[in-house]
Nanobody
Framework: QAQFVESGGGLVQPGGSLRLSCAAS????????IAWLRQAPGKEREGVSC????????TYSELVKGRFTASRDNAKNTVYLQMNSLKYEDTAIYYC??????????????????WGQGIQVTVSS
């Protein structure tokens, strides 16, 4: 049974940091494009980052560029999202997902994509 389990969310003050993890089991991340996405209340889901397995590059949303860093550890079959300098507007449910990264870094999923369960990140003073 394939699983993609997220952890590391929580409550943080503005300017603080969190690291999210997505651990895969039942499938191997090595040759997948991996995206981080988020959805805030009342808003549509938006892409945060997209890692292309073809060239090893990561494209970030302009909203998080310079503050968030995505990484992966193939030995642990786990991907990470390091979030620094967090802002109120970063509050959302965050998801990891497999799929495809377009040339501009836009995430494209399909019916066979693996998704994490979603994890809450709340930035509040």
């Amino acid at each position: 049974q394939a699983q993609f389990v997220e952890s590391g969310g929580g409550l943080v003050q503005p300017g603080g940091s969190l690291r999210l993890s997505c651990a895969a089991s039942g499938f191997t991340l090595e040759y997948y494009d991996i995206a981080w996405l988020r959805q805030a209340p009342g808003k549509e889901r938006e892409g945060v980052s997209c890692f292309s397995s073809d060239d090893g590059s990561t494209t970030y949303s302009e909203l998080v560029k310079g503050r968030f860093t995505a990484s992966r550890d193939n030995a642990k079959n786990t991907v990470y999202l390091q979030m620094n300098s967090l802002k109120y507007e970063d509050t959302a449910i965050y998801y990891c997902a497999t799929g495809h990264c377009g040339n501009d870094g836009t995430y494209y999923g399909d019916d066979s994509a693996y998704w994490g369960q979603g994890i809450q990140v709340t930035v509040s003073s």
